[in-house]
């Protein structure tokens, strides 16, 4: 997400930056002359007729305007990605310079094929990555299309007439031109479009409002401010700036509450958004596997530092070649660079992205799916997550419990007349109305105002005139401690009496025997108000309690089984929900959750920081929480070491999804939960949850095998580089054979991705652990140079390749001793069972390994290999070699059984 805000970035700047500051600045003078106008003026301006856009118009504005998308959103051109992953990768610039010294130095042929090897790492890398990425991300790119952001428009379209408007014949029947509230793919609003917003809408597009009623705009990616701002369609003369006038929305912002009417006034790169969206790219806070990775690249880099002068500085003086002994120093160090750690990675995520996209999981960040896999703490909302997407009306009654039409007929009036979201309760409320009821009521009230729901007051009201008295009353429907709150009187049979504290009382425990059952209650109230045009909060008193609706919200199918799944693999599973906690505590209890201890809302609002945190610990429900207080529930568990998932669909879930590691939502959520999701299921089913976390867990398990099969390799490389430096005559191993080796045991891990993960490793939360991998680097390198030495015996003394004229022969067996090795060594490395036997790898890197080892046997016994310097070694070399390989790995599998039971390194 992104963690600054754009106002932030118009202080200084130079170049490119201060390009995009000064086309800010011109949009920003343009929309604050635009704000100071008065909404007639405004529309007039952007919308000459203030009508509704017809096909002609909005194909014309498209052509000069263009789509209505920012910078970030546009994929690059190929030759820029594929320049970017060279240039932003530190090992590939160091490859690239190190090829070019050999390249231009070098004297012999051999340095020039080094040079060629280097060249073809560096391609390699960057393009396996490419593709691999470009493949995943083309699958969830259909998937994505599946739950594009719409906006709702005023448009003209077409529409064939209805059945009966023409009598004769179908022959000659036109299209006819009709306005409609229509909704519209974002990217294609155009300026001059009429749009109209409610709670929880993205702002499709830089927008000056014509109407609006009560509307919080949430802005901070844009300022920075914390808290909604309200706006206002009126002109806004005194406006220093386009960002602090009341009468503008901006792209990049969202609706927290009310709702509006505007006119699009830039769409895209003409945005204040747009503008700057340049500046945006890439901006994301680094997540603990970024850091992780980027550690331990350096670590490797720092440790190549260290190493490669040393072995120069002794070849140089124990050879008397100089020359010679840098060409070999730099072979050294491409050996000792993890160059193919991004491409490694590249590799697993874009997998790993692959295979959610076939379980119709969309994937918006590649590196979410590691944290999918490292989270141990699972907050989830409970409406439309943990429960089913159809909600159910099933008991409408007085304030005694007992069945009432009339309170249905005033719970209808709210929710139809309402303009904001409408959710799943205000649709069960519509379902249930007959339609003959409906028929009277559309008949008998006109819809005068509203003030729209907002997650401080829990409720929402509707102003009606009744058509036949010309009265105007306020309805009223929310929570029912809030609805109570502004309550004075009860409705009793024909007549009302007053709220007194017996009676509250009573209703209470009617709500409550409701929510024990399972219902999510909610009150309605209203009152009789004095005529006049508009109302506001202020309003909602003095009412009158009617009696309740009360509403089935069953769990998903999927739910309970998801839930054991998920702490099954180590992951706790808490909710955090704006409904109230018997309602909650009856669901947790039908999806397995056990509650023992609860928190509300208000309660939060009194603990500190400190408290709140103590209070994570063992509390599985968090009710009553308003959007705010979510997010402060997921900083407590991260600030208590926890990877925190957040799963929510609903307009009070979009703080929370940005607060958590890995936000998840899913295809019916809001445009502002969807915006703010990393990964967003397509699936009714939550056990594709369970899915993803081990999916996670799979890459990330995957990536370190690689990462511990290179630290330990370079860790014994070093011993065995620095001791041949100093025993022998001449250089233990060719520049280019370095090479090469390296090459193809890169090749031989590219299959890595493809292998299976222990059952044990999956069983729990991974993160990254820099001292285990060191601990294991530092026990397991140092046996691969035992055995390093031990060839180098059995070369000089056995083979007899111990003088500078059997140099190429020595050089030789080591070069197949050490491929050999490293290669096969992955199959005990890659798991903490006994391999084989226990753990056997996968085909792919089984077959893979088997193919690069006999690339490099035939190598040095063809005539192909005298370019590399290689000579055929003796029949008696192969059984000794097999002998030390079988050797290696059973002293390797010994070391790591014994860090495994002793550190817990798997």
Same mark, same amino acid.
Request: aromatic share 8%; hydrophobic share 50%; net charge negative.
């Given at each position: 997400?992104?963690?600054?805000?754009?106002?932030?970035?118009?202080?200084?700047?130079?170049?490119?930056?201060?390009?995009?500051?000064?086309?800010?600045?011109?949009?920003?003078?343009?929309?604050?002359?635009? $704000?100071?106008?008065?909404?007639?003026?405004?529309?007039?301006?952007?919308?000459?007729?203030?009508?509704?856009?017809?096909?002609?118009?909005?194909?014309?504005?498209?052509?000069?305007?263009?789509?209505?998308?920012?910078?970030?959103?546009?994929?690059?051109?190929?030759?820029?990605?594929?320049?970017?992953?060279?240039?932003?990768?530190?090992?590939?610039?160091?490859?690239?310079?190190?090829?070019?010294?050999?390249?231009?130095?070098?004297?012999?042929?051999?340095?020039?094929?080094?040079?060629?090897?280097?060249?073809?790492?560096? &391609?390699?890398?960057?393009?396996?990555?490419?593709?691999?990425?470009?493949?995943?991300?083309?699958?969830?790119?259909?998937?994505?299309?599946?739950?594009?952001?719409?906006?709702?428009?005023?448009?003209?379209?077409?529409?064939?007439?209805?059945?009966?408007?023409?009598?004769?014949?179908?022959?000659?029947?036109?299209?006819?031109?009709?306005?409609?509230?229509?909704?519209?793919?974002?990217?294609?609003?155009?300026?001059?479009?009429?749009?109209?917003?409610?709670?929880?809408?993205?702002?499709?597009?830089?927008?000056?409002?014509?109407?609006?009623?009560?509307?919080?705009?949430?802005?901070?990616?844009?300022?920075?401010? @914390?808290?909604?701002?309200?706006?206002?369609?009126?002109?806004?003369?005194?406006?220093?700036?386009?960002?602090?006038?009341? @009468?503008?929305?901006?792209?990049?912002?969202?609706?927290?509450?009310?709702? +509006?009417?505007?006119?699009?006034?830039?769409?895209?790169?003409?945005?204040?958004?747009? $503008?700057?969206?340049?500046?945006?790219?890439?901006?994301?806070?680094?997540?603990?596997?970024?850091?992780?990775? =980027?550690?331990? +690249?350096?670590?490797?880099?720092?440790?190549?530092?260290?190493?490669?002068?040393?072995?120069?500085?002794?070849?140089?003086?124990?050879?008397?070649?100089?020359?010679?002994?840098?060409?070999?120093?730099?072979?050294?160090?491409?050996? #000792?660079?993890?160059?193919?750690?991004?491409?490694?990675?590249?590799?697993?995520?874009?997998?790993?992205?692959?295979?959610?996209?076939?379980?119709?999981?969309?994937?918006?960040?590649?590196?979410?799916?590691?944290?999918?896999?490292?989270?141990?703490?699972?907050?989830?909302?409970?409406?439309?997550?943990?429960?089913?997407?159809?909600?159910? #009306?099933?008991?409408?009654?007085?304030?005694?419990?007992?069945?009432?039409?009339?309170?249905?007929?005033?719970?209808?009036?709210?929710?139809?007349?309402?303009?904001?979201?409408?959710?799943?309760?205000?649709?069960?409320?519509?379902?249930?109305?007959? +339609?003959?009821?409906?028929?009277?009521?559309?008949?008998?009230?006109?819809?005068?105002?509203?003030?729209?729901?907002?997650?401080?007051?829990?409720?929402?009201?509707?102003?009606?005139?009744?058509?036949?008295?010309?009265?105007? %009353?306020?309805?009223?429907?929310?929570?029912?401690?809030?609805?109570?709150? &502004?309550?004075?009187?009860?409705?009793?049979?024909?007549?009302?009496?007053?709220?007194?504290?017996?009676?509250?009382?009573? &209703?209470?425990?009617?709500?409550?025997?409701?929510?024990?059952?399972?219902?999510?209650?909610?009150?309605?109230?209203?009152?009789?108000?004095?005529?006049?045009?508009?109302?506001?909060?202020?309003?909602?008193?003095?009412?009158?309690?009617?009696?309740?609706?009360?509403?089935?919200?069953?769990?998903?199918?999927?739910?309970?089984?998801? *839930?054991?799944?998920?702490?099954?693999?180590?992951?706790?599973?808490? *909710?955090?929900?704006?409904?109230?906690?018997?309602?909650?505590?009856?669901?947790?209890?039908?999806?397995?959750?056990?509650?023992?201890?609860?928190?509300?809302?208000?309660?939060?609002?009194?603990?500190?920081?400190?408290?709140?945190?103590?209070?994570?610990?063992?509390?599985?429900?968090?009710?009553?929480?308003?959007?705010?207080?979510?997010?402060?529930?997921?900083?407590?568990?991260?600030?208590?070491?926890?990877?925190?998932?957040?799963?929510?669909?609903?307009?009070?879930?979009?703080?929370?999804?940005?607060?958590?590691?890995?936000?998840?939502?899913?295809?019916?959520?809001?445009?502002?939960?969807?915006?703010? +999701?990393?990964?967003?299921?397509?699936?009714?089913?939550? /056990?594709?949850?369970?899915?993803?976390?081990?999916?996670?867990?799979?890459?990330?398990?995957?990536?370190?095998?690689?990462?511990?099969?290179?630290?330990?390799?370079?860790?014994?490389?070093?011993? =065995?580089?620095?001791?041949?430096?100093?025993?022998?005559?001449?250089?233990?191993?060719?520049?280019?054979?370095?090479?090469?080796?390296?090459?193809?045991?890169?090749?031989?891990?590219?299959?890595?991705?493809?292998?299976?993960?222990?059952?044990?490793?999956?069983?729990?939360?991974?993160?990254?652990?820099?001292?285990?991998?060191?601990?294991?680097? &530092?026990?397991?390198?140092?046996? =691969?140079?035992?055995?390093?030495?031990?060839?180098?015996?059995?070369?000089?003394?056995?083979?007899?390749?111990?003088?500078?004229?059997? $140099?190429?022969? %020595?050089?030789?067996?080591?070069?197949?001793? @050490?491929?050999? @090795?490293?290669?096969?060594?992955?199959?005990?490395?890659?798991?903490?069972?006994?391999?084989?036997?226990?753990?056997?790898?996968? /085909?792919?890197?089984?077959?893979?390994?088997?193919?690069?080892? /006999?690339?490099?046997?035939?190598?040095?016994?063809?005539?192909?290999?005298?370019?590399?310097?290689?000579?055929?070694?003796?029949?008696?070399?192969?059984?000794?070699?097999?002998?030390?390989?079988?050797?290696?790995?059973?002293?390797?599998?010994?070391?790591?059984?014994?860090?495994?039971?002793?550190?817990?390194?798997?």
């Amino acid at each position: 997400m992104l963690k600054f805000s754009i106002a932030a970035m118009l202080i200084g700047g130079n170049g490119r930056n201060g390009a995009r500051n000064d086309a800010a600045a011109r949009i920003s003078a343009e929309l604050t002359a635009l $704000a100071q106008l008065n909404p007639d003026d405004a529309l007039a301006k952007l919308n000459p007729g203030g009508q509704a856009l017809n096909p002609e118009q909005v194909a014309e504005r498209l052509e000069q305007y263009g789509p209505n998308i920012v910078a970030q959103e546009q994929k690059k051109p190929f030759l820029l990605e594929i320049g970017e992953r060279f240039v932003t990768n530190p090992i590939n610039i160091l490859l690239t310079a190190l090829a070019l010294i050999t390249w231009f130095t070098g004297e012999e042929a051999s340095d020039r094929i080094g040079a060629v090897i280097m060249f073809a790492m560096v &391609v390699m890398a960057v393009f396996v990555a490419y593709f691999q990425e470009a493949r995943s991300s083309n699958a969830v790119e259909q998937l994505r299309k599946m739950v594009s952001n719409t906006a709702t428009a005023k448009r003209e379209i077409e529409e064939e007439p209805n059945d009966g408007v023409v009598a004769d014949c179908d022959d000659n029947i036109e299209a006819v031109r009709v306005v409609r509230k229509i909704e519209v793919p974002i990217d294609q609003l155009v300026p001059g479009d009429i749009v109209f917003l409610s709670a929880g809408d993205m702002v499709p597009a830089d927008l000056r409002l014509i109407a609006a009623k009560d509307l919080f705009i949430n802005q901070s990616a844009l300022t920075g401010e @914390s808290m909604p701002v309200e706006k206002f369609a009126a002109a806004d003369a005194k406006a220093p700036n386009a960002l602090e006038a009341k @009468s503008l929305c901006f792209m990049g912002s969202n609706v927290v509450s009310g709702s +509006a009417t505007a006119v699009v006034a830039a769409t895209g790169a003409n945005t204040y958004f747009g $503008a700057l969206a340049g500046s945006l790219v890439g901006q994301r806070v680094q997540t603990s596997f970024d850091k992780g990775v =980027s550690r331990f +690249a350096w670590l490797m880099i720092r440790f190549m530092a260290v190493m490669v002068p040393i072995v120069f500085l002794i070849n140089g003086i124990t050879k008397g070649s100089w020359f010679e002994a840098f060409m070999f120093a730099v072979a050294v160090a491409v050996g #000792l660079t993890p160059e193919m750690l991004p491409m490694i990675v590249a590799i697993n995520l874009a997998k790993g992205a692959l295979k959610m996209a076939k379980k119709d999981v969309i994937v918006k960040r590649l590196n979410a799916i590691q944290n999918f896999g490292a989270i141990d703490v699972l907050c989830t909302d409970k409406t439309g997550t943990l429960t089913q997407d159809r909600v159910i #009306l099933e008991r409408h009654t007085d304030i005694y419990g007992d069945e009432n039409e009339r309170v249905l007929e005033y719970a209808w009036l709210n929710s139809y007349h309402q303009t904001g979201l409408r959710n799943l309760l205000d649709v069960a409320v519509l379902e249930a109305v007959n +339609a003959d009821t409906v028929q009277h009521l559309h008949a008998e009230y006109t819809l005068v105002d509203e003030v729209p729901f907002d997650f401080t007051r829990r409720r929402m009201s509707v102003i009606v005139k009744s058509n036949t008295t010309g009265k105007h %009353f306020i309805i009223s429907k929310g929570a029912v401690a809030e609805m109570l709150a &502004v309550c004075s009187s009860l409705a009793f049979e024909d007549d009302y009496k007053p709220l007194t504290p017996q009676h509250l009382a009573e &209703v209470k425990v009617v709500a409550h025997e409701m929510n024990e059952d399972g219902f999510r209650a909610l009150a309605l109230g209203m009152r009789e108000i004095e005529a006049r045009h508009a109302y506001s909060r202020d309003d909602e008193k003095e009412l009158t309690m009617m009696g309740f609706v009360a509403f089935l919200d069953p769990p998903k199918d999927s739910a309970a089984a998801a *839930i054991e799944a998920l702490n099954a693999n180590g992951v706790a599973v808490k *909710i955090l929900t704006g409904d109230n906690d018997t309602v909650t505590r009856n669901v947790c209890r039908q999806v397995g959750i056990q509650v023992d201890k609860w928190l509300t809302g208000p309660k939060i609002e009194a603990m500190s920081d400190e408290e709140l945190m103590l209070a994570t610990r063992d509390t599985p429900v968090f009710a009553r929480l308003n959007p705010q207080q979510k997010v402060r529930v997921v900083e407590a568990l991260h600030r208590d070491g926890h990877v925190v998932g957040f799963m929510g669909d609903g307009i009070n879930d979009g703080p929370a999804l940005r607060a958590a590691d890995v936000g998840i939502s899913v295809d019916t959520a809001v445009d502002i939960a969807k915006e703010s +999701a990393d990964i967003i299921l397509l699936e009714k089913s939550l /056990l594709v949850l369970e899915e993803g976390v081990l999916e996670g867990r799979k890459v990330f398990g995957n990536i370190l095998k690689y990462i511990k099969m290179t630290a330990s390799s370079n860790f014994g490389n070093m011993f =065995s580089m620095i001791g041949a430096s100093i025993l022998l005559p001449f250089l233990p191993m060719l520049p280019v054979q370095i090479l090469l080796n390296n090459l193809l045991y890169d090749f031989s891990q590219t299959a890595v991705a493809s292998d299976e993960v222990d059952q044990e490793y999956l069983a729990k939360p991974r993160q990254w652990d820099l001292k285990g991998i060191a601990r294991f680097m &530092v026990g397991i390198g140092p046996v =691969s140079s035992i055995f390093d030495y031990i060839t180098f015996a059995v070369l000089w003394f056995v083979i007899g390749a111990n003088t500078t004229a059997h $140099a190429s022969l %020595f050089q030789t067996g080591w070069f197949i001793e @050490s491929l050999l @090795s490293q290669t096969l060594i992955v199959h005990v490395i890659r798991t903490g069972k006994i391999p084989f036997l226990q753990s056997r790898a996968s /085909l792919p890197l089984t077959v893979a390994g088997v193919v690069i080892c /006999l690339v490099g046997i035939l190598l040095t016994a063809l005539p192909l290999g005298a370019w590399f310097g290689f000579s055929p070694l003796p029949a008696v070399w192969w059984p000794i070699l097999a002998a030390i390989l079988v050797a290696y790995l059973a002293l390797t599998q010994v070391v790591k059984t014994w860090m495994v039971r002793r550190f817990g390194l798997l």
